[in-house]
């Protein structure tokens, strides 16, 4: 997470991280998850890292860019 | 100050602990951007938070930095402004899924579509947590929430899925103009 907040904060031009946070109380109660260290088992499971991909599927992280413009 | 504790200068201390529930992720996220401030040196004097509403918009007020709180979705025209107005500033807006992507999701189409040298980080915790557990739009498909207690049947709208045609574009679309 650390990578992507980064290479973020160096691009020049607009950039967008998107984290993937639980919210174990209003959210993770309710789908079943006892504490929110399952809740995030879980996410570990579901998403995949995929650095170096020109698009991600519904269940992959990883970071796209675009060439930047001057 | 050792290595390992150098982010806490990005940070409040005597605000903390911070008001989220005890296996929240944010804070999590607060430290790991802390840390990554710190890794790139960022001037405590030259960089700015916007936080929008919402758990997440919290998080600006805990950064010892000019930070603002902004209105529910317009974090990022505030950061806009702030960016126009003086450019050598660090714009950072930290804000939630629902309060980006839901109700500001007009001012990120727009703010991709003019480019503007600003750094969007989203807490996506894939639920409206404040207000209490409705359905956001970075919601999975097939689930039950507060108020779709028959499961959710939308695809979530997920940054990379949808807008990642509108980052390629863009280069393209300099060219035309």
């Not at chain 1, 998850?33 to 990883?62: C, R, T, V």
């Not at chain 2, 840390?35 to 040196?41: G, H, P, S, V, Y």
């Not at chain 2, 629902?98 to 703010?111: E, K, P, T």
């Amino acid at each position: 997470m650390k990578k992507c907040f980064l290479e973020a904060l160096k691009f020049k031009g607009f950039s967008f991280v998107e984290a993937r946070t639980m919210c174990i109380v209003n959210y993770g109660r309710r789908l079943g998850y006892k504490n929110s260290n399952e809740m995030l088992l879980h996410y570990k499971e579901f998403y995949k890292i995929n650095d170096d991909a020109e698009e991600l599927a519904q269940n992959e992280i990883g970071i796209l860019k675009s060439t930047p413009v001057s | 100050m050792d290595n390992n504790s150098r982010f806490k200068r990005y940070l409040k201390l005597d605000l903390l602990p911070t008001p989220w529930c005890p296996g929240c992720g944010n804070g999590i996220a607060l430290k790991t951007i802390c840390q990554a401030f710190d890794e790139l040196d960022l001037p405590k004097q030259g960089t700015v938070v916007v936080s929008g509403i919402g758990c997440s918009g919290r998080s600006a007020g805990f950064f010892d930095l000019d930070s603002v709180h902004s209105v529910h979705g317009r974090a990022i025209p505030v950061a806009e402004g702030i960016k126009y107005a003086h450019d050598a500033l660090n714009v950072v807006v930290v804000s939630g899924d629902g309060d980006l992507l839901g109700i500001g999701g007009n001012h990120l189409l727009h703010a991709i579509r003019r480019n503007t040298n600003i750094t969007v980080i989203c807490y996506a915790n894939e639920i409206y947590g404040m207000t209490g557990g409705q359905v956001s739009p970075t919601t999975p498909h097939n689930t039950k929430t507060l108020t779709t207690p028959q499961a959710i049947r939308i695809t979530p709208l997920m940054f990379s899925l949808s807008l990642s045609t509108v980052i390629a574009f863009l280069p393209a679309l300099r060219r035309i103009i």
